[in-house]
């Protein structure tokens, strides 16, 4: 093996661009790993955790820096150079629509855009703070798509928006939809009449699918970022998303989607909530229904339960009860003795959760990284026990690597690894489409799942591949075509999260 | 209520370019932001920064303190002599370019400079002796701005030398510069021989003086248009003032014919001028010094109304701020060279010049100079990016400079300390090189950049200021 790495002085690229660019790079012959960054401390730090550090190197924060390793220098230089090659291209829309002078600070760009109503903030976290405030000081509202954000620059950033009628939506906000737009992570969804406030993007996405594909539609969905429910920020988001949507002419029915929040947060969202005058859906993921109360509430026991009666209030019906309807039939050969347990490989955290909860009561014991039951933390998330649900969105695996809905490498080793196991009864999959997602999801996974049901079937057993794909027909990828696909490589598909969990309790639990 | 869910969506978006073709494709509207780390990545810097972002105080001074500059209205009114006319000036006592600075730390030009000036005043008898007072501590050393003056290079003024005197008839300022000594063997790049002290005897006894009388018979000499239409002819008034200089010799010609001075000081002066194409740089760096200096003193400002060099430190002032300097090492200028010599060779950026970059021309004005693109990548479409990249840290454009290859577009003015902190544009300034040893004379010229330390010191300053 060999490591070169290449600095390109004074050149900025956002870590989104650069995980693509580190994914292409990878996929080339003699390629062992390779990665893209700014040279930033932190980066630096990353890179060595992954095993690429690259020694002493001129290069600070504003240099691009890409390390690569590989089984000659050979290769090593060839993918330097296309790494080169690929940076010098100037994107489409960089070369035709922007023209030479961009606006180069939220200040001119809003001089130059006087009716701009928005910020839309993906830098990486350490810079994200400070344009929020530039942003809230122009009068923009925020969506604060970065992560790693300070919490009490979230209270500070969150106090300020209040006191200026503007809102922030984040940090870690990855979903949102205004009037029918869709910001950073969103699918492509009909309007309609079910208003949306979600502390999770996934879970946002999901509840935004499900009503699409249930025939109704989608006034607004806000986000709050995964820490807005806590003490510390109070739920200042969410409070005001819910009296924006109560507000809001076009929609009729409002639906809050959070993992459970701390007790006093809960009052104060549910006391906006019965006060906001229109019929409000919650679903406090993994949560027991009766800790939400009121008139106009309706408690949900799933993302799935949560579309559904939202969708039922829009069109003036009764809301249905939680019962999840009916599950896709397995056919499948027979199972060898001693196949029992159920391993899931999530992209989506919220998907995991929701899954590790209804799991939980199902099966009893359910093992993972980011555990519903802080006691059932599993030791080595890469070491797979008993019933395990993996979240690799998690901060463990995505240090320094792209994340799993766009990257599938980790996923699938994973997959196959998984398989190998003769203890596996099922293995769930979430496949989530949308803007900012993998262009073709399908692609990537089909072939694994074939691989590895094959491999299983060569060795006298059989495998349920089951998961459910979170899209629309009108996504980028297109439902119709990702399910097709997947359904063709063996993966038995239901409607969602909430139902592919139920289904693989179901296979497993019937082998105990 | 918030009007969020009820306007149209209008995205700004920071970051992932992607985003915004998704808002795009779904009938959003997106304005791309071409992003990178506020104050190349100091964060704290970035989040003082941050809070003076629209800040009342901070807007509302800016306003008052631009207004000021681009009215100032700078006129040449006469010549005079700097011990005499310059405030504050001491009998001992010698001004230099740029921010502060002890005898020791000088640059070599600068030194040489002064030992030349102590020659010229007759304090000292040779060089020898003249380093030695130099350095005894007898003479009082100053920047020229901290007495209305500005000099380029070494800038060395001293008490009997002539001045230029220029007035800001809008406000009634004035500020002042010494005489361009042409090219070669000069005290501004340090030279300090006989020639060089014989030069500055004959500007002091035969040029000011036949100056003075063709401007007493001409009456005021308006600047800003003279260097509105150098702009015009090619000069970006700094660099290049080759068309000023003309356009000064046909203003002054018919009155020095009529002055009733000697027609052997009349000859003289005239071909000194003809043949010193810098002849107006002094004159526009005192014309643009009149211009911030009317715009300076608003308390909370954040538009810089300094930026100089001694050689050794690089340092800018800011209206809202007083008299402070705030200073970072002064870069090595990456330029052109003349042949034989190179970057090693060279001083670190020197002279009051940058004053003009201060005020908007300059470097900031290159589109107007396609002469001299040479200096800036070599192709007019160089020249333009220039410009255009400096509309991203100023304030306004001014519409009194305008330039033709931009549909006669006001040059990029008013710097404000802020947007440079934000966006990491450096200012750029086109400057002479000189060479690191005094007397050696200039030996290139090219395209530096003002340091980010000055810019990021003087918010962290102004966010004091405006929290105090």
């Given amino acids: ?512 | 209520m918030n009007p969020l869910l009820s306007a149209p969506l209008s995205v700004l978006n920071v970051g992932v370019g992607s985003f915004a073709d998704a808002i795009a494709s779904q009938g959003g509207t997106a304005t791309r932001i071409d992003w990178t780390p506020p104050a190349q990545g100091d964060r704290a810097a970035g989040m003082a920064l941050a809070r003076l972002v629209n800040h009342p105080r901070i807007e509302a001074a800016n306003a008052k303190a631009y207004r000021k500059l681009v009215a100032a209205q700078p006129r040449l009114i006469g010549i005079g002599v700097a011990g005499k006319t310059l405030p504050g000036i001491g009998r001992r006592m010698i001004l230099h370019a740029g921010p502060p600075i002890a005898w020791a730390r000088m640059c070599g030009p600068m030194q040489g400079a002064i030992i030349g000036a102590i020659l010229f005043e007759g304090w000292a008898t040779s060089a020898a002796k003249a380093r030695a007072l130099a350095a005894s501590g007898k003479i009082g050393f100053a920047p020229c701005h901290h007495h209305g003056a500005v000099g380029p290079m070494a800038g060395i003024i001293s008490p009997s030398m002539p001045v230029w005197a220029i007035e800001n008839a809008a406000g009634g300022n004035r500020t002042y510069s010494n005489l361009n000594e042409g090219l070669g063997k000069v005290l501004r790049f340090g030279a300090n021989g006989a020639e060089v002290i014989e030069r500055l005897r004959w500007m002091r006894t035969v040029l000011a003086p036949t100056l003075q009388a063709g401007l007493a018979r001409l009456g005021p000499v308006e600047l800003k248009p003279l260097m509105a239409q150098a702009l015009h002819m090619g000069d970006e008034v700094h660099n290049r003032n080759a068309a000023a200089t003309s356009l000064l010799i046909k203003k002054l010609a018919p009155a020095l014919l009529k002055s009733g001075a000697a027609s052997a000081d009349i000859a003289a002066t005239i071909e000194f001028m003809a043949g010193t194409d810098h002849f107006f740089l002094n004159l526009s760096m005192a014309a643009c010094k009149a211009m911030l200096d009317a715009a300076h003193g608003v308390p909370y400002s954040s538009l810089v109304t300094t930026m100089a060099r001694n050689g050794v430190d690089f340092g800018i002032r800011v209206g809202g701020l007083g008299r402070r300097w705030f200073t970072a090492p002064a870069p090595v200028v990456d330029g052109l060279y003349f042949a034989g010599y190179a970057m090693a060779d060279a001083a670190a950026d020197l002279g009051d010049s940058a004053i003009t970059e201060t005020a908007g021309i300059g470097g900031f004005a290159m589109a107007a100079a396609p002469a001299i693109v040479k200096f800036v990548g070599g192709t007019a479409a160089d020249a333009l990016a220039n410009t255009v990249a400096m509309t991203h840290i100023t304030l306004g454009r001014n519409n009194a400079f305008t330039l033709p290859a931009l549909d006669f577009a006001g040059t990029p003015c008013g710097i404000d300390a802020r947007l440079v902190v934000d966006t990491g544009i450096l200012p750029v300034i086109n400057t002479g090189i000189a060479h690191k040893a005094p007397g050696v004379g200039q030996i290139g010229a090219g395209v530096t950049r003002a340091p980010l330390a000055c810019f990021t010191q003087a918010v962290t300053a102004l966010a004091a200021a405006v929290k105090g």
């Avoid at chain 1, 893209?36 to 690259?54: H, I, R, S, W, Y």
């Avoid at chain 1, 809230?136 to 209040?162: C, Y």
């Avoid at chain 1, 990855?174 to 406030?197: D, K, Q, Y």
């Avoid at chain 1, 009666?309 to 039939?329: E, S």
Wanted: hydrophobic content about 45%; some cysteine; proline content about 6%.
């Fill in chain 1, 1 to 512: 093996m060999v490591s070169a790495t290449r600095i390109f002085p004074n050149l900025y690229r956002d870590s989104i661009s650069l995980m693509q660019l580190s994914a292409v790079l990878a996929a080339r012959p003699g390629i062992d790993n390779v990665s893209a960054v700014m040279a930033t401390p932190a980066n630096l730090a990353l890179l060595a955790e992954a095993g690429l550090a690259p020694g002493r190197v001129a290069a600070g924060p504003n240099d691009l820096l890409i390390v690569a390793r590989g089984k000659d220098s050979a290769a090593v230089t060839a993918a330097l150079d296309a790494a080169a090659a690929e940076i010098a291209r100037p994107t489409v829309a960089a070369a035709g629509v922007a023209g030479p002078s961009l606006p180069r600070s939220l200040r001119s760009a809003r001089l130059q855009v006087p009716a701009a109503n928005l910020a839309l903030v993906s830098t990486p976290g350490e810079y994200a703070a400070a344009e929020a405030m530039k942003a809230l000081r122009l009068g923009l509202n925020v969506m604060l798509f970065s992560d790693n954000v300070d919490l009490d620059d979230e209270v500070a950033l969150k106090r300020l928006a209040k006191a200026r009628g503007l809102m922030v939506m984040g940090p870690d906000c990855g979903t949102a939809i205004v009037n029918g737009v869709p910001l950073g992570f969103a699918n492509a969804v009909r309007r309609g009449a079910i208003g949306v406030v979600g502390a999770s993007g996934t879970g946002t996405q999901q509840v935004t699918c499900l009503v699409h594909r249930l025939g109704a539609g989608i006034s607004h969905a806000i986000g709050t970022g995964g820490h807005d429910l806590s003490r510390r920020v109070g739920g200042i988001t969410m409070v005001q998303g819910i009296r924006a949507l109560a507000a809001d002419q076009a929609t009729k029915v409002i639906v809050l989607i959070s993992k459970p929040p701390a007790p006093e947060v809960a009052r104060a969202v549910l006391k906006a909530a019965r006060n906001c005058g229109k019929p409000v859906v919650v679903n406090f993921i993994g949560a027991a229904p009766d800790s939400v109360r009121g008139q106009n509430l309706h408690v949900a026991a799933t993302l799935d339960h949560a579309a559904r009666v939202a969708v039922a209030l829009a069109q003036g019906g009764a809301p249905p009860g939680p019962d999840l309807g009916q599950l896709p039939p397995v056919r499948l050969g027979p199972m060898a003795a001693g196949q029992r347990y159920v391993r899931g490989l999530y992209s989506g955290g919220t998907f995991c959760y929701e899954a590790s909860a209804m799991l939980g009561a199902a099966l009893g014991t359910v093992w993972s990284n980011a555990p519903v039951d802080p006691r059932r933390r599993l030791g080595d998330a890469r070491k797979s026990k008993g019933h395990t649900l993996i979240d690799l969105g998690d901060d463990a695996f995505t240090r320094g690597h792209p994340h799993p809905m766009i990257d599938f490498r980790l996923r699938n080793e994973r997959l196959l690894r998984e398989a190998e196991d003769a203890e596996v009864a099922a293995i769930v999959l979430d496949v989530v489409l949308g803007f900012g997602a993998h262009p073709d999801p399908a692609a990537e996974l089909a072939p694994v799942i074939e691989k590895a049901r094959a491999t299983v079937r060569r060795r006298g057993r059989e495998i349920a591949v089951v998961g459910f794909v979170c899209g629309t027909e009108l996504d980028p990828q297109g439902l119709d075509r990702q399910a097709n696909a997947l359904r063709s490589a063996g993966m038995i598909l239901t409607e969602s999260n909430a139902q592919a969990a139920r289904l693989a309790a179901s296979i497993a639990g019937g082998r105990r």
